[in-house]
């Protein structure tokens, strides 16, 4: 009887006894020179190649093609492959894997090793997904990877980025279109890239791209890594996916999806005139429904991504029901709320998290990750995040996603970046303001009483504006109230150790966060040869030390505006006199100034510091400058005040 | 017998177990309204009113399941708890699967809201094969201050029984009324019955009292549990039950143990082997050694040196190894291959000894991590870990032959200083594990330090550590390469000593654990000393700088507990700038912590008053006491606030005349 069954199993058999192969393209790479790194480069890629090949559909195949090799044990990371795909409009068809050890032997990976699992983003659910291949992999082993993804998604567009934060021995991006198709191709980070033509192919390509070395208060990559940016133009009457040319395009469409979502219901009209029953003043009204807004729930469910279901928030009534959302359902409440009450407001497309990731040159919704919205004023109502928009007006941006940052200021991180306003045909990319440094301020009064053993009690009350009171409201809306109470306690206990916190009174408005505190403390001032009394009158410290510690430096230093002032008056003990104080102290430079006098008299001290600094980036020429800056700002808070007993 | 899929069965069971959820939802009734602020913890963020777990054990098919049923209602005070309590997630997985969920809010006014299907999201959290693991999201909608939400849903996981399961009665929020009913398996042909322990709380004995087959009962306000720094291992301290399934045989604890620690014994000693090559090695390592404890020893390094574990990824083993590992079926294949899992290196240093003519034995004991080991509670499950315990004279040596960076006699130290049964063929013996002392785990620090006139310094340091304080370091940087480890240890001193230039950095014996791990590097410091116009303010103790004290917060719950004993010596030369002499300088004080520890310093200058020799010691942990009360919190951060005081003593400096 014939068994095919056994003839099969001994073919599977004798072909897994066989060893592994892999591709002729990898084993090429393992001979690339790789030139001598430091022990901080984890890995180094050999190749890092993207090619579209775009359908007269529209729709987009895209091959990949990737190889790693791993310098030491913090390299292994890079020994995945990973590839995302849109549930609904693209799958991957094809992920393989190569693992090239330094004796030489392969390890592949097919289907069996791929795991498939979603995105791990802030979303409860997001079609975002992504399939994956775990390489075991060692340092001096090569790794590579070769996919396949089909999307059919609704924008004909593209972006490729050359840069990996590793170094790089060959990045290459080509494009293969239909006959009749163009291509809008901007390069962006770099003046020029020019491509090499073949046929209905163009190949972009750099080589020898250097490690970018993480360092404080650097800009991020989106600033510094060379991309391309490719759009996707079919002939005319083709209806193959959205066509976007410029900004207007892209206003055009967004407004399609939003403006209507945020058309206020009468629950949403409701819900607006109790919320500002009784207030007459614009600021106060707009403050009242933002701070609504900002106590809905952030919940993200991001369903259809791949025909722009992303984009598209739920209506306003919905949002209203459920009391959550994510950062475009947020954002139309607001509009909706305010529409209701008669003003003019517009969806804002911004991105969260670098202010440099927006590129002017290309127009894509696809730069974008986050939803504020922008509101249109009288000129009576003021704020750090107001700007005069040509044919919008003034407008107001806010964003009800961030719960922290209060109604006329925007979180830190999106100052100063570039926003779309969703205003249809009139539509435009626009930069949001940065706050100047007293938007950002800290006043600090601090009563203290230096007892003759070194023992001390002082009252201590901050405030703080802008982003530094959002800073503070995170801090105390993040943590449980014990929780909240031993932070604060660390952090009083820095600079006055074994300190007692004897009162907290933290209070939060709209425009300021204030915190009051009382502290007493044993070991405050030192008592010497029981005559020299030595202590700091720098009472509470603010920052830690400072971020500038290395002697060099490769990256441009981004600055935040901050500002803060603090008086302290000092009551001396009965029985001392000043022996010494500290000098004072005025550091200016272009970007900030730091000032510190002290002055006694009566049996009083009275310490007065101040600290400005401006929103800017500097080149890393100027990184001495700044170092020695906060040197001294942070040497200052360790000088101290010596008293001689009579 | 047809075959239905693990899922399609476990949903039939849940149907036919549980036609309806066994529990209903509790009324509305005004008394949720009433309760506007917290009433178990003032600051609560939110507060549990009612739990209801339930368990049930249960045959069917060829196999067990088990069921669990949860119900909570819980209210909602603050900001932070609407964040925390408005979403739940439920994960599933292969085995695991969840149905019969429902939830609802009940709004301030009392208006209640029942999800909808939308307000429940699936997803998948990772698909490997076809094995998927996924969760159910649940989104309460309309959540804000004085909301009440509440949900309920069953769990059915196959192929177990709830046997050592942990029943927590504490969550990290107060709980008003916890309900917890347990079926254990009722089968005839099974010798085991379910028993159970409560910790850290009193519960009535488990006993089915109707038809229901639930064994329930029910307990009140109870408050939410806190973790702080430095202390006792969690489950000590945390109410909690342990529901187990063992035989009772009416055994007192001694009893007990003795006859599991003959049981361990007996499993043990089948899976030793003393064949030749095992005799060879043994013989080999123990050339020339007399008596026991030194063959132990040797016989520990020989494997350590010889033997990987091919999971470790600290052990050098490639990934190209490991992918060739072949299963040990015996610790001869072990020696073969020299490369095994834990277990496997530990039966082929047990067969060695044995080899040998020693007395190996397997020892159980808990982990410090989770709970001491007590006798009194004869579970099995309460001694999870092992080691290899060797016979020398009258006492026991004991090894930990698969863990990383283990001197001989060295223990981790979530193994020391706890109960451990030593497992025998006639006598088994519950006897302490032994600890090191102080002055085994070691940081020994020395810097040559030059003080320049406006405070800047450099320095020369050497750094050594021994024991625990050295295996702590090695397990952080064992996978690295030397040039990572020097890049990471010079960025990690560059914080350490305030922005300082590090250079030369050096790092010894990271491989051998019986020399010290040793650190040496120089530093250039801009801020060292304090300047003033007339002074200069020196702080002698040169690596206490910038440390702040240990115990800041003035409020303690629970009792505090180090890892481990250990002793710091300080030895820093202090070259003092030309121009200045010291302005009568004072030396720190010193004091005992009673027996547990002592504070020493000395500080001697030079005669021609231009050196300064600083010295300083602390030693904690004397007699293995390392946990304390926590009324004994007061006294303690007192004591190191003076630690903390006495290391921030300064010396002045003044021009010279």
Redo the contacts between chains.
């Keep these: 009887m014939r068994r095919p069954w056994l003839v099969a199993f001994a073919f599977t058999y004798s072909l897994s006894g066989a060893a592994d192969e892999a591709p002729g393209w990898l084993k090429e790479l393992t001979s690339v020179a790789i030139p001598s790194q430091g022990p901080k480069v984890p890995a180094y890629v050999l190749w890092n190649e993207q090619a579209i090949t775009v359908e007269p559909t529209g729709r987009k195949v895209i091959a990949r093609r990737f190889a790693v090799k791993i310098l030491n044990a913090e390299g292994r990371r890079y020994g995945q492959a990973v590839e995302g795909f849109l549930v609904g409009s693209s799958r991957v068809r094809d992920l393989r894997a190569w693992a090239i050890s330094p004796s030489g032997q392969v390890k592949t990976y097919g289907k069996d090793a791929v795991i498939e699992r979603g995105m791990v983003t802030d979303d409860f659910y997001s079609d975002v997904r992504v399939r994956q291949i775990f390489g075991a992999v060692d340092p001096g082993s090569t790794f590579g990877f070769e996919s396949t993804v089909e999307d059919s998604s609704v924008f004909l567009q593209a972006a490729f980025g050359f840069h990996y934060g590793i170094p790089v021995h060959c990045s290459r991006f080509s494009v293969t279109l239909p006959p009749g198709w163009q291509l809008q191709a901007t390069v962006l980070n770099q003046d020029k890239l020019e491509p090499t033509v073949e046929g209905a192919t163009q190949t972009w390509e750099m080589r020898k791209l250097e490690f970018y070395d993480d360092e404080p208060a650097s800009p991020g990559l989106g600033k510094y890594g060379v991309r391309i940016a490719v759009s996707f133009l079919p002939p005319e009457g083709t209806s193959a996916g959205r066509v976007v040319r410029d900004w207007v395009d892209v206003s055009r469409w967004m407004s399609e999806l939003g403006d209507p979502a945020a058309t206020p219901e009468p629950s949403v009209v409701a819900k607006a005139t109790q919320l500002t029953s009784g207030l007459m003043n614009e600021r106060e009204r707009l403050q009242a429904l933002a701070t609504y807004a900002q106590s809905i729930r952030y919940v993200s469910i991001q369903r259809d991504l791949g025909r722009g279901g992303g984009y598209q928030p739920h209506p306003a009534k919905d949002v209203l029901a459920k009391s959550y959302g994510d950062c475009k359902d947020k954002s139309v409440l607001m509009r909706s709320m305010a529409q209701s009450l008669g003003f003019t407001t517009y969806g804002v497309s911004a991105f969260s998290g670098d202010r440099d990731a927006v590129r002017p040159q290309w127009a894509s919704p696809y730069q974008f990750n986050h939803a504020i919205m922008a509101i249109r004023v009288a000129d009576s109502t003021d704020a750090p995040s107001v700007m005069n928009v040509p044919k919008l007006g003034r407008l107001l941006f806010f964003d009800p996603t961030d719960p922290y940052t209060s109604f006329g200021n925007l979180p830190i991180y999106e100052q100063g970046s570039f926003v779309l306003i969703e205003a249809g045909d009139q539509g435009q990319l626009v930069q949001l303001p940065l706050a100047p440094p007293s938007a950002n301020l800290v006043e600090r009064t601090i009563a203290l009483k230096v007892l003759p053993d070194g023992g001390m009690a002082a009252d201590v009350t901050e405030k703080s504006q802008g982003y530094a009171a959002s800073r503070e409201r995170a801090r105390l809306k993040q943590a449980a109230t014990d929780q909240y109470r031993k932070g604060v306690e660390r952090w009083v206990a820095r600079s006055v150790p074994g300190s007692t916190i004897t009162k907290m009174e933290p209070e939060d408005s709209a425009t300021a966060f204030t915190l009051r505190l009382g502290v007493t403390a044993s070991m405050y001032g030192k008592l010497m040869q029981n005559r020299l009394l030595v202590f700091r009158p720098t009472a509470v410290m603010r920052g830690g030390v400072s971020p500038f510690t290395e002697p060099k430096r490769t990256h441009p230093i981004v600055l935040n505006p901050d500002a803060f002032t603090e008086l302290t008056t000092v009551s001396l003990p009965e029985g001392f006199t000043v022996d010494e104080l500290p000098d004072a102290v005025t550091v200016k430079t272009a970007f900030g100034e730091f000032r510190s006098t002290y002055e006694a008299k009566d049996g009083t001290l009275l310490v007065r510091r101040s600290l400005e600094v401006k929103a800017a980036t500097l080149p890393p020429e100027s990184y001495r400058e700044v170092k020695s800056f906060y040197d001294q700002v942070q040497g200052h808070e360790q000088a101290p005040v010596v008293l001689l007993k009579r | 017998m047809s075959y239905s899929s693990p899922v399609a069965t476990a949903l039939a069971l849940i149907v036919s177990l549980t036609p309806l959820f066994a529990v209903d939802w509790l009324p509305v009734d005004a008394s949720l309204r009433a309760l506007q602020v917290p009433k178990i913890e003032s600051?609560a963020?939110a507060e549990v009113l009612y739990w209801d777990f339930r368990v049930k054990d249960v045959f069917q098919g060829q196999d067990f399941w088990v069921v669990y049923d949860t119900y909570r209602r819980i209210k909602i005070f603050t900001?932070?708890g609407?964040?925390e309590y408005?979403?739940v997630e439920l994960p599933s997985g292969p085995r695991i699967s969840v149905s019969d969920v429902s939830a609802r809010t009940i709004k301030p006014d009392g208006t209640i809201v029942e999800l909808k299907k939308e307000?429940i999201?699936?997803?998948?959290?990772?698909?490997?094969?076809r094995k998927k693991y996924r969760a159910r999201?649940i989104?309460f909608?309309?959540?804000?201050k004085g909301t009440v939400v509440e949900y309920r849903f069953s769990e059915v996981r196959m192929r177990q029984l709830s046997t050592n399961l942990r029943i927590p009665f504490q969550l990290e929020i107060p709980v008003h009324r916890l309900k917890v009913s347990i079926k254990p398996l009722q089968v005839d042909w099974m010798r085991y019955g379910m028993r159970s322990y409560a910790f850290n709380t009193k519960v009535p004995a488990l006993a089915v009292t109707d038809n229901s087959g639930y064994a329930s009962f029910t307990l009140e306000d109870r408050k939410s549990f806190?973790r702080e720094p430095f202390m006792a291992p969690e489950y000590q301290l945390r109410e909690w039950m342990l529901i187990f399934y063992e035989e009772d045989k009416k055994l007192t604890p001694d009893k007990f143990w003795k006859e599991y620690g003959k049981d361990v014994y007996r499993e043990f000693r089948v899976e030793l082997k003393t064949d030749g090559a095992m005799k060879q090695a043994a013989a080999s390592a123990t050339e020339g050694l007399t008596t026991e404890a030194d063959k132990a020893n040797a016989l520990y390094r020989w494997v350590r040196a010889n033997i990987r574990n091919v999971y470790s990824?600290g052990s050098g083993v490639?990934?190209?190894q490991?992918?060739k590992f072949k299963e040990n079926k015996t610790p001869s294949d072990t020696l073969k291959q020299k490369l095994g899992t834990a277990n496997d290196i530990a039966l082929v240093f047990a067969s060695l000894c044995l080899s040998a003519g020693l007395e190996p034995r397997l020892t159980k004991s808990s982990d410090r991590g989770f709970r001491f080991f007590e006798p009194a509670y004869m579970a099995r499950a309460m001694a999870p870990t092992e080691n290899i315990a060797v016979r020398a004279g009258t006492s026991w040596l004991f090894f930990d032959p698969s863990s990383d960076h283990l001197a001989p006699g060295m223990l981790s130290w979530r193994e020391e200083g706890i109960r451990t049964l030593v497992s025998d063929p006639k006598e088994p013996q519950i006897v302490e594990a032994p600890m090191l002392k102080p002055e085994q785990s070691v940081a020994s620090r020395r810097a040559d330090v030059t003080i320049a006139e406006d405070g800047s310094a450099t320095a020369k340091v050497v750094l050594s550590y021994t024991g625990h304080q050295a295996r702590e370091r090695r397990l952080q940087i064992d996978?690295?390469?030397e040039?990572?480890r020097?890049?990471n240890e010079t960025e990690e001193m560059?914080?350490r000593f305030?922005?300082a230039?590090v250079s030369g950095m050096k790092i010894e014996n990271v491989a051998d654990v019986e020399k010290p791990l040793t650190y040496s590097f120089q530093l250039k410091m801009?801020?060292y000393a304090?300047r003033?116009?007339?002074?200069l303010?020196v702080q002698p103790a040169f690596f206490q700088a910038q440390i702040?004290?240990r115990f800041?917060?003035?409020k303690r719950t629970h009792p505090i507990f180090f890892n481990y004993a250990w002793q710091e010596i300080d030895e820093v030369t202090l070259h003092l700038p030309e121009g200045l002499e010291l302005?009568?300088p004072?030396a720190p004080e010193a004091f005992t912590f009673g027996p547990v520890g002592e504070y020493k310093t000395e500080l001697r200058k030079s005669n021609d008053g231009h050196l300064l020799a600083y010295r300083r010691e602390l030693i904690f942990g004397r007699d293995g006491v390392i946990g304390f009360a926590v009324d004994s919190y007061p006294l303690l951060k007192r004591a190191f606030?003076a630690v903390?005081?006495q290391d921030?003593?300064?010396v002045?400096l003044k021009a010279a005349k």
């Design positions: 600051d963020d900001d932070k609407v964040k408005s979403t307000d999201v699936e997803r998948d959290i990772v698909k490997v094969g999201v989104n909608p309309g959540v804000e806190r990824l490639t990934a190209e490991r992918q996978e690295d390469t040039a990572e020097i890049q560059q914080k305030g922005g230039e801009p801020v304090t003033t116009g007339k002074r303010f702040p004290a800041p917060e003035n302005d009568q004072t606030d903390y005081q921030n003593h300064t002045t």
